[in-house]
């Protein structure tokens, strides 16, 4: 597999798909160059894990001199102002499983429409699977075909009956099968493989595309900011080791085999930032008799996710899959040693022993590593300068440096 890069810039506000299609059309003969790209998702901002890929495209390729357009239902003004052209499209939004069903249907045939309608006002058209399915470039967040068997890990088989699975599965299908002609943009090695064999794709339109962090944003906090942070969050300045995992699929990332892990480990204390139902999780750890030392603090925005990583000892990921792990890399970069399982792009950029520890998927691994780090201070400081030097060369500005290349930009 190859090698990938990008650039940027460019937008124009609308309220709804007529006012939209017609604005459009007054500007379409100001025509398209080379250096126009779009990019199609339903929000950008720099919270969400997608969200936030998509934003670091826009911001990038608009600082190297592209015309930047945005097709979006949600745009953050930090991301706004770096585009040309911002197309609004609507994306519904469903609160049964039935109603996201229907609603991802309908949005994804909506953007598509508006990207075929308008091709040649777009340029070059990059998008995600699910958000449109014609683009000349797709991102490929995951491959959730490969992923199934980890939700449905636990005796969860019920995830096989989930009709929004199946659309994800049948929008990859779509656009990496059926849009022979587009690119694949992978953020891992295992992650192309995956979607290679899954779905039949050609090697020669896989290339690797590692997600990366702001180099500039997460780094390393002085003691002093440390207690200060932990002293907000009432956590003990230094009398525990504050182990910090940051999810969204509370089951799928780990959660229970660290809290399963507590008991055993009095002077822990685990932190758990992420938006999922905690309800669950609360349970075990009350059962387990360590509710007093887990502490769940909610989805976090851009500056309480920097203060987490730096108001935590550790950071611990021990999830059944992942396509590449954006937290873990952000966890590094902050100088904190990472406990992590050998899944998609972390067994690229974490060597255990080294960078972090790698661990196998049980009570008792993620215990042991968990002990180590607890006990050892020099240890901590070790691996965590070691990660954080590896970190370094997955900065936006350098992995994007590539896209065009592979583009043929």
């Known amino acids: 597999m190859k090698d990938v890069e990008y650039r940027g810039d460019a937008v124009h506000m609308?309220?709804?798909g007529k006012k939209h299609e017609a604005n459009v059309r007054q500007t379409a003969g100001e025509g398209a160059s080379h250096r126009t790209i779009t990019f199609v998702y339903q929000r950008f901002n720099f919270v969400g894990g997608v969200e936030r890929i998509f934003s670091e495209y826009v911001r990038f390729f608009s600082t190297n001199g592209w015309r930047v357009n945005v097709v979006a239902?949600?745009?953050?003004?930090?991301?706004?102002?770096?585009?040309?052209?911002?197309?609004?499209?609507?994306?519904?939004?469903?609160?049964?499983?039935?109603?996201?069903?229907?609603?991802?249907?309908?949005?994804?045939?909506?953007?598509?429409?508006?990207?075929?309608?308008?091709?040649?006002?777009?340029?070059?058209?990059?998008?995600?699977?699910g958000a449109s399915a014609r683009a000349d470039a797709f991102i490929a967040g995951s491959c959730h075909f490969a992923s199934l068997p980890s939700l449905a890990a636990g005796g969860r088989f019920y995830v096989y009956l989930n009709p929004n699975h199946w659309l994800c599965v049948f929008n990859e299908y779509f656009a990496y099968k059926v849009s022979a002609g587009s690119k694949i943009l992978a953020p891992s090695r295992r992650t192309a493989e995956e979607?290679?064999?899954?779905?039949?794709?050609?090697?020669?339109?896989?290339?690797?595309?590692?997600?990366?962090?702001?180099?500039?944003?997460?780094v390393p906090v002085d003691a002093a900011t440390r207690e200060r942070i932990r002293g907000g969050w009432n956590l003990p300045a230094?009398?525990?080791?504050?182990?910090?995992?940051?999810?969204?699929?509370?089951?799928?990332?780990?959660?229970?085999?660290?809290?399963?892990?507590?008991?055993?480990?009095?002077?822990?204390?685990?932190?758990?930032?992420?938006?999922?139902d905690p309800s669950s999780m609360q349970a075990l750890a009350g059962k387990f008799g360590v509710a007093d030392r887990v502490r769940f603090i909610g989805s976090l925005g851009a500056a309480d996710l920097t203060a987490a990583y730096g108001a935590a000892d550790a950071f611990i990921f021990p999830t059944a899959y992942e396509s590449f792990g954006m937290v873990c890399i952000e966890a590094m970069s902050c100088g904190l040693p990472v406990v992590v399982t050998r899944v998609g792009g972390i067994e690229d950029y974490v060597v255990d022993g080294d960078s972090?520890?790698?661990?196998?998927?049980?009570?008792?691994?993620?215990?042991?590593a968990m002990e180590a780090l607890a006990k050892d201070a020099e240890l901590r400081?070790?691996?965590?300068?070691?990660?954080?030097?590896?970190?370094?060369?997955?900065?936006?500005?350098?992995?994007?440096?590539?896209?065009?290349?592979?583009?043929?930009?």
Request: aromatic share 8%; charged share 25%.
């Open 238 to 276: 230094t009398d525990s080791v504050v182990f910090l995992i940051v999810a969204n699929e509370f089951v799928r990332k780990g959660v229970a085999l660290i809290i399963e892990s507590l008991p055993a480990l009095p002077d822990c204390i685990v932190v758990v930032a992420g938006r999922d």
């Open 14 to 16: 609308t309220d709804d």
């Open 356 to 368: 972090g520890l790698v661990v196998s998927r049980t009570v008792s691994a993620v215990r042991t």
């Open 73 to 129: 239902d949600e745009i953050v003004p930090e991301v706004a102002e770096k585009c040309s052209r911002i197309f609004k499209l609507p994306a519904l939004k469903g609160r049964s499983r039935a109603g996201r069903f229907f609603a991802d249907l309908i949005t994804m045939r909506r953007y598509t429409r508006f990207v075929r309608r308008h091709r040649d006002d777009l340029g070059y058209v990059v998008s995600i699977p």
């Open 195 to 218: 979607i290679r064999t899954s779905y039949g794709v050609s090697p020669q339109r896989i290339h690797l595309v590692p997600f990366g962090l702001d180099a500039s944003r997460f």
């Open 381 to 409: 400081r070790r691996l965590g300068g070691r990660g954080r030097m590896a970190a370094q060369s997955y900065d936006w500005a350098i992995l994007l440096r590539r896209v065009p290349e592979i583009c043929e930009l």
